[in-house]
Protein backbone atom coordinates (compact mmCIF):
# COMPACT_ATOMS: atom_id res chain seq x y z
CA UNK A 1 0.00 0.00 0.00
CA UNK A 2 1.38 3.03 -0.72
CA UNK A 3 2.08 5.44 1.97
CA UNK A 4 0.57 8.99 1.98
CA UNK A 5 2.61 10.43 4.58
CA UNK A 6 6.72 10.84 5.44
CA UNK A 7 8.15 10.21 9.08
CA UNK A 8 9.56 13.12 10.51
CA UNK A 9 11.18 12.94 14.37
CA UNK A 10 11.06 16.53 15.82
CA UNK A 11 13.93 18.42 18.01
CA UNK A 12 12.19 16.48 20.79
CA UNK A 13 12.20 13.35 19.85
CA UNK A 14 8.32 13.09 18.96
CA UNK A 15 7.22 11.27 15.61
CA UNK A 16 5.35 13.03 13.16
CA UNK A 17 4.07 12.19 9.92
CA UNK A 18 2.78 14.81 7.11
CA UNK A 19 1.80 14.45 3.62
CA UNK A 20 4.25 13.59 1.42
CA UNK A 21 3.37 16.23 -1.04
CA UNK A 22 3.26 18.96 1.77
CA UNK A 23 5.38 21.72 -1.21
CA UNK A 24 2.83 21.48 -3.31
CA UNK A 25 0.19 22.07 -0.53
CA UNK A 26 2.24 25.02 0.96
CA UNK A 27 3.09 26.40 -2.76
CA UNK A 28 6.60 25.75 -2.42
CA UNK A 29 6.90 24.17 -5.13
CA UNK A 30 10.21 26.63 -5.71
CA UNK A 31 12.56 25.47 -3.38
CA UNK A 32 13.86 23.26 -5.99
CA UNK A 33 15.13 25.96 -7.95
CA UNK A 34 15.99 27.86 -4.09
CA UNK A 35 18.20 25.21 -3.06
CA UNK A 36 20.18 25.41 -6.21
CA UNK A 37 21.22 29.01 -5.59
CA UNK A 38 22.89 31.50 -3.13
CA UNK A 39 20.81 33.89 -1.89
CA UNK A 40 22.06 37.14 -0.30
CA UNK A 41 21.14 40.57 1.16
CA UNK A 42 18.66 41.69 3.68
CA UNK A 43 16.13 40.60 1.56
CA UNK A 44 17.91 36.60 0.81
CA UNK A 45 17.48 37.45 -3.35
CA UNK A 46 18.65 34.39 -5.43
CA UNK A 47 21.75 35.37 -6.75
CA UNK A 48 22.42 35.38 -10.81
CA UNK A 49 25.76 34.18 -12.55
CA UNK A 50 26.54 35.69 -15.68
CA UNK A 51 30.22 35.88 -17.48
CA UNK A 52 29.37 35.31 -21.04
CA UNK A 53 31.89 36.35 -23.45
CA UNK A 54 29.48 35.77 -26.06
CA UNK A 55 26.91 38.43 -27.00
CA UNK A 56 23.66 38.17 -29.29
CA UNK A 57 23.34 39.55 -32.31
CA UNK A 58 19.89 40.25 -32.23
CA UNK A 59 16.98 40.63 -29.51
CA UNK A 60 13.69 39.17 -30.11
CA UNK A 61 10.71 40.42 -27.78
CA UNK A 62 8.87 37.77 -25.75
CA UNK A 63 5.75 38.07 -28.04
CA UNK A 64 7.95 37.80 -31.09
CA UNK A 65 7.72 34.43 -31.21
CA UNK A 66 8.40 34.24 -35.03
CA UNK A 67 11.47 36.25 -34.41
CA UNK A 68 13.35 33.69 -31.76
CA UNK A 69 15.62 31.84 -34.51
CA UNK A 70 15.66 35.30 -36.06
CA UNK A 71 19.55 33.89 -35.68
CA UNK A 72 21.57 31.39 -33.94
CA UNK A 73 22.38 34.02 -31.76
CA UNK A 74 19.00 35.63 -30.94
CA UNK A 75 18.19 36.89 -27.12
CA UNK A 76 14.85 36.61 -26.03
CA UNK A 77 14.08 39.77 -23.58
CA UNK A 78 10.58 40.71 -21.84
CA UNK A 79 10.63 44.66 -22.97
CA UNK A 80 6.85 44.67 -23.10
CA UNK A 81 4.06 45.20 -20.47
CA UNK A 82 3.86 43.31 -17.43
CA UNK A 83 0.08 41.22 -18.61
CA UNK A 84 1.78 40.17 -21.48
CA UNK A 85 4.63 38.01 -20.23
CA UNK A 86 2.81 37.52 -16.82
CA UNK A 87 -0.62 37.08 -16.77
CA UNK A 88 -2.18 34.56 -15.12
CA UNK A 89 -0.83 31.60 -17.54
CA UNK A 90 2.51 33.58 -17.31
CA UNK A 91 5.76 31.80 -16.89
CA UNK A 92 6.74 32.39 -13.15
CA UNK A 93 2.83 31.52 -12.10
CA UNK A 94 3.94 28.09 -13.57
CA UNK A 95 6.85 27.74 -12.01
CA UNK A 96 5.62 29.03 -8.57
CA UNK A 97 2.54 26.09 -8.98
CA UNK A 98 4.35 23.63 -11.15
CA UNK A 99 1.85 23.55 -13.59
CA UNK A 100 3.53 20.68 -15.34
CA UNK A 101 1.22 21.56 -18.48
CA UNK A 102 2.16 25.16 -18.60
CA UNK A 103 6.00 24.61 -17.80
CA UNK A 104 5.84 21.90 -20.91
CA UNK A 105 4.51 24.44 -23.35
CA UNK A 106 7.37 27.40 -22.55
CA UNK A 107 9.79 24.42 -22.53
CA UNK A 108 8.80 24.14 -26.17
CA UNK A 109 8.16 27.66 -26.80
CA UNK A 110 11.99 28.45 -25.88
CA UNK A 111 13.38 25.35 -27.29
CA UNK A 112 16.73 26.31 -28.70
CA UNK A 113 16.88 29.75 -27.41
CA UNK A 114 20.30 30.22 -26.05
CA UNK A 115 20.10 33.75 -24.80
CA UNK A 116 17.66 35.50 -22.47
CA UNK A 117 17.90 38.83 -20.70
CA UNK A 118 15.56 38.17 -17.16
CA UNK A 119 12.54 39.53 -17.05
CA UNK A 120 11.84 43.47 -16.64
CA UNK A 121 8.70 43.55 -14.20
CA UNK A 122 8.06 46.75 -13.53
CA UNK A 123 9.03 48.82 -10.63
CA UNK A 124 7.88 51.95 -9.47
CA UNK A 125 8.64 54.80 -7.07
CA UNK A 126 4.70 55.48 -5.95
CA UNK A 127 4.28 52.18 -4.85
CA UNK A 128 4.63 50.36 -1.43
CA UNK A 129 8.52 49.05 -1.37
CA UNK A 130 7.54 45.30 -0.44
CA UNK A 131 5.43 44.88 -3.75
CA UNK A 132 8.71 46.47 -5.84
CA UNK A 133 10.56 43.65 -4.22
CA UNK A 134 8.27 40.78 -4.90
CA UNK A 135 8.92 41.71 -8.59
CA UNK A 136 12.82 41.65 -8.14
CA UNK A 137 12.42 38.48 -6.44
CA UNK A 138 10.42 36.98 -9.27
CA UNK A 139 12.59 38.22 -12.20
CA UNK A 140 15.07 36.15 -9.90
CA UNK A 141 12.64 32.78 -10.02
CA UNK A 142 12.23 32.95 -13.87
CA UNK A 143 16.06 33.46 -14.42
CA UNK A 144 17.17 30.37 -12.18
CA UNK A 145 14.62 28.48 -14.26
CA UNK A 146 15.12 29.46 -17.86
CA UNK A 147 19.39 29.09 -16.75
CA UNK A 148 18.39 25.62 -14.82
CA UNK A 149 15.85 24.03 -16.85
CA UNK A 150 16.68 25.25 -20.17
CA UNK A 151 20.18 25.66 -20.02
CA UNK A 152 20.03 29.23 -21.16
CA UNK A 153 22.64 32.12 -20.19
CA UNK A 154 20.32 34.78 -18.63
CA UNK A 155 21.73 38.24 -18.83
CA UNK A 156 20.89 39.98 -15.42
CA UNK A 157 18.42 43.49 -16.22
CA UNK A 158 19.24 45.84 -14.15
CA UNK A 159 15.49 47.23 -12.42
CA UNK A 160 15.66 50.06 -10.35
CA UNK A 161 12.82 52.68 -9.37
CA UNK A 162 14.56 55.38 -7.67
CA UNK A 163 18.37 55.69 -6.51
CA UNK A 164 17.67 54.35 -3.48
CA UNK A 165 16.62 51.21 -4.68
CA UNK A 166 19.98 50.55 -6.23
CA UNK A 167 21.77 48.90 -3.60
CA UNK A 168 18.73 46.68 -2.69
CA UNK A 169 17.16 45.52 -6.62
CA UNK A 170 21.14 45.34 -7.98
CA UNK A 171 22.04 42.50 -4.44
CA UNK A 172 22.86 39.08 -5.67
CA UNK A 173 24.68 40.38 -8.97
CA UNK A 174 27.66 40.16 -7.97
CA UNK A 175 29.28 37.69 -9.44
CA UNK A 176 28.18 39.03 -12.99
CA UNK A 177 30.54 40.66 -15.76
CA UNK A 178 27.40 40.93 -18.25
CA UNK A 179 24.30 42.67 -17.60
CA UNK A 180 21.63 44.39 -19.49
CA UNK A 181 19.61 47.92 -19.60
CA UNK A 182 16.63 48.89 -21.37
CA UNK A 183 16.53 52.19 -23.21
CA UNK A 184 13.18 52.53 -24.53
CA UNK A 185 11.20 55.29 -22.61
CA UNK A 186 14.07 56.69 -20.75
CA UNK A 187 15.75 58.85 -23.58
CA UNK A 188 13.38 61.70 -23.78
CA UNK A 189 12.09 62.06 -20.43
CA UNK A 190 14.82 64.43 -18.71
CA UNK A 191 14.05 62.68 -15.17
CA UNK A 192 14.52 59.01 -16.73
CA UNK A 193 17.78 59.97 -18.53
CA UNK A 194 19.06 61.28 -14.89
CA UNK A 195 18.02 57.95 -13.15
CA UNK A 196 19.77 56.03 -16.13
CA UNK A 197 22.41 56.69 -16.20
CA UNK A 198 23.01 57.44 -12.16
CA UNK A 199 21.89 53.41 -12.30
CA UNK A 200 24.73 52.68 -14.96
CA UNK A 201 27.14 54.74 -12.71
CA UNK A 202 26.41 52.34 -10.02
CA UNK A 203 26.23 49.23 -11.85
CA UNK A 204 29.61 50.04 -13.02
CA UNK A 205 31.05 50.91 -9.39
CA UNK A 206 29.11 47.87 -7.54
CA UNK A 207 29.44 45.01 -10.38
CA UNK A 208 32.33 43.72 -12.02
CA UNK A 209 31.01 44.97 -14.83
CA UNK A 210 32.59 44.39 -18.83
CA UNK A 211 29.90 44.24 -20.93
CA UNK A 212 26.39 46.32 -20.50
CA UNK A 213 24.00 44.77 -23.30
CA UNK A 214 21.82 47.61 -24.42
CA UNK A 215 17.78 47.06 -25.55
CA UNK A 216 17.76 50.64 -28.14
CA UNK A 217 14.99 51.25 -29.72
CA UNK A 218 16.53 54.38 -31.59
CA UNK A 219 17.78 54.64 -34.96
CA UNK A 220 20.92 56.22 -34.41
CA UNK A 221 23.14 54.31 -31.65
CA UNK A 222 24.76 57.51 -30.85
CA UNK A 223 21.03 58.69 -28.64
CA UNK A 224 21.39 55.57 -27.16
CA UNK A 225 25.10 55.77 -26.26
CA UNK A 226 25.35 58.84 -24.23
CA UNK A 227 23.24 57.10 -20.99
CA UNK A 228 26.50 54.58 -20.99
CA UNK A 229 28.96 57.33 -21.59
CA UNK A 230 30.10 56.59 -17.35
CA UNK A 231 30.57 53.14 -18.18
CA UNK A 232 32.30 53.83 -21.64
CA UNK A 233 35.00 55.97 -20.34
CA UNK A 234 35.85 53.11 -17.29
CA UNK A 235 36.36 50.52 -20.93
CA UNK A 236 32.82 49.04 -20.41
CA UNK A 237 32.25 47.48 -23.52
CA UNK A 238 28.39 48.78 -24.81
CA UNK A 239 26.73 45.87 -27.30
CA UNK A 240 23.42 46.98 -28.97
CA UNK A 241 21.74 44.11 -31.14
CA UNK A 242 19.61 44.72 -33.61
CA UNK A 243 15.28 44.20 -32.89
CA UNK A 244 12.19 44.67 -35.15
CA UNK A 245 11.97 48.20 -33.98
CA UNK A 246 15.69 49.84 -33.64
CA UNK A 247 15.57 48.60 -37.52
CA UNK A 248 12.40 50.46 -38.28
CA UNK A 249 13.62 53.40 -36.76
CA UNK A 250 16.87 53.09 -38.38
CA UNK A 251 15.12 52.83 -41.71
CA UNK A 252 13.03 55.88 -40.86
CA UNK A 253 16.54 58.06 -39.17
CA UNK A 254 17.58 57.99 -42.81
CA UNK A 255 15.20 58.85 -44.87
Known sequence: MRRLTQKVIDDYGMEHRI????????????LDLLNRAKRVGE?????????????????????????????????????EYDRTFDGPNGLFNAIYYNDKIQLAKFKERFKDVDFFVSPDYSVFGDI????????????????LWLSLEMSAVV????????EDTFA?????????????????????????????KAAVKYAVDNLPIKTILAY?????????????????????????????????NRVLANE
Open 168 to 196: DYMTGLEDCSVVAFSTKGHIRNHEERRLT
Open 43 to 79: YDLPALHCNTDVMPEYIALYSQRSLYRHSLMTCVAFY
Open 155 to 162: IPNIMYSS
Open 216 to 248: SVCGKDETALKLFKYATDRGVKIVIPDNSLRAR
Open 19 to 30: PKNMRFLLNYNI
Open 128 to 143: NRAENLIRVWKARIVS
